[in-house]
Nanobody
Framework: QVQLVESGGGLVQAGGSLRLSCVVSGIIYSINDMAWYRQAPGKQRELVASIARFGDTNYADSVKDRFTISRDNAKKTVYLQMNNLKPEDTAAYYC????????????WGQGTQVTVSS
């Protein structure tokens, strides 16, 4: 059974920083793309950033130059460094990974809440 567990969310003032982590566990042969999504109340889930197996990254325009996605393939972990946080970044953040276990399947974590106060 593949599991993704996020950590690192919390309450922070505008202009502050947080670092999210997501660890993938279970019987895993390989991981392709990994990504962070977020969902604010009353809004659709949106892609924040993604990273391919060998490091190519992609960011939503709203977080470019403030957020950095990275991964440690040996630790099966993806990170999201969030700097200069804004109240509009408040959301539940979910990690996602394309994992080869028995087959290639996209898995999701349970989410971690990020709240940015003004």
């Amino acid at each position: 059974q593949v599991q993704l567990v996020e950590s690192g969310g919390g309450l922070v003032q505008a202009g502050g920083s947080l670092r999210l982590s997501c660890v993938v566990s279970g019987i895993i042969y390989s991981i392709n793309d990994m990504a962070w999504y977020r969902q604010a109340p009353g809004k659709q889930r949106e892609l924040v950033a993604s990273i391919a197996r060998f490091g190519d990254t992609n960011y939503a325009d709203s977080v470019k130059d403030r957020f950095t996605i990275s991964r440690d393939n040996a630790k099966k972990t993806v990170y999201l460094q969030m700097n200069n946080l804004k109240p509009e970044d408040t959301a539940a953040y979910y990690c996602n990974a394309d994992v080869m276990s028995k087959t290639w399947t996209i898995h999701w974590g349970q989410g971690t809440q990020v709240t940015v106060s003004s």
